[in-house]
């Protein structure tokens, strides 16, 4: 195989699983672990993929790299999404304080709990104040700072500076990826900061993901996967993947 039909191969790996491991190349393609090494700093100087320990993730020219605006991801997945929401909805007890971070899942956790009056909703989301101050009824905290604003986020020191003195029952937020080796991983830097300071606050760590999220590996590093207590997903996700995050002593609930 010539090294560019390799190159372009290693590249389609990595955008179909999110991730590769620099031996399962070499051991799938015949060749050794010094070639793909030079094939995947080939390719990272193009900026398709960016070299992780071991492997390899999208780089930031993929096509595939960034996610799509907040409000353009609304009904992709809209079924599992409702269903994720549902169950964590029940998981959160009267009088508690829970921190519901930005995305699209979470907007729909903050759908399925209008109607409570007994708990405390802290956000640095847009999208879930506007829907809890629009139709919730339980007390409300919004957390300001600098505007991302194609997931309508608050996001910066700002925001850090104040959700760091929190301290919270629950952090119900959202991942773009979710690998057993690789950890958390979300694709925005500034954005990567805040939500290390989100998930601080709280030893009870709640990631909701459809099941697109479990095993795709993102640009930026956010924590282990041990930052989670809990994955609530769907019986979509990957077997292996599942097995993998529960033998780490994450609790993995599918929907």
Known sequence: MLKKERQNQIVKQIENQGTVVVKELADGFDVSLMTIRRDLQEIEELGLVQRIHGGAVLGMQSGKQNELPRLDRMDIMLEEKQKIAKAVAGMIAPNEMIFLGSGTTTLYVAKEITDRDDITVVTNSL???????????????????????????????????VIQDLHVDKVIIGMRGIHPRFGLTSEHPQELLTDRTIIGICENVIIVADHSKIGHVASSRTAPISAAKTIVTTLNAREDMVDAIRSQGVEVILV
């Open 127 to 161: 999208t879930v104040l506007n829907e809890l101050a629009s139709y919730g009824k339980m007390t409300l905290i919004g957390i300001g700072g600098f505007l991302r604003r194609s997931e309508y986020s608050m996001i910066g020191h700002f925001a850090d500076n």
